[in-house]
């Protein structure tokens, strides 16, 4: 038996860790760990523009790009999923470029537009652990805690935390459990 998904009820909704292909996802929106131009890159970035094909290339043309911690929304074109958020992630520089409280914003902001948008299930990558280099140790905690404290207050009701290894998994169920205790 798998140990995934790991479901756990929470207050304001349910968060769920999958090991898995984000763009397969069948939830209201996928959040993309995007760069600034939104315009593809590689990773989960580029998977995502591929599923969804060249119409959300030509939609985040019109967008101007995206700040850092900063969130943008476009329509799901291909995917299973009806939209994606694009978030940019910060890149690691050692941990004293305020990248923990810019990865929060990416988490934070993602929820505020799903909010705004009446979304109620979305499904995040662990941004900036990639090429962007972030320690996936301390971005898992960041991303879950960042979640428990906006969850109760969005239309958010389901959360999936779609990881692209176990060990990227288990990282997160570790901090679901710490901060649920």
Known sequence: ????????????????????????????AVVNAA?????????VDGAIHRAAGPELLAECQTLGGCET??????????????????????????????EAALLAACYGNALALADAHGLVRIAFPAISTGVYGFPAEEAAPIAIGTVLARLPDVSVEHVVFCCFSAGSAVLHRQALEALTR
């Open 1 to 28: 038996m798998s140990d995934w998904p790991h479901r756990v009820a929470v207050a304001g909704g349910t968060i769920e860790i999958v090991v898995g292909d984000i763009t397969r996802l069948a939830v209201d």
């Open 35 to 43: 760069n600034r131009t939104l315009l593809g890159g590689g990773g």
């Open 69 to 98: 911690g900063e969130a943008k929304i476009t329509r799901g074109y291909r995917l299973p999923a009806a939209h994606v958020i694009h978030t940019v992630g910060p890149v690691w520089r050692g941990g004293g470029q305020d």
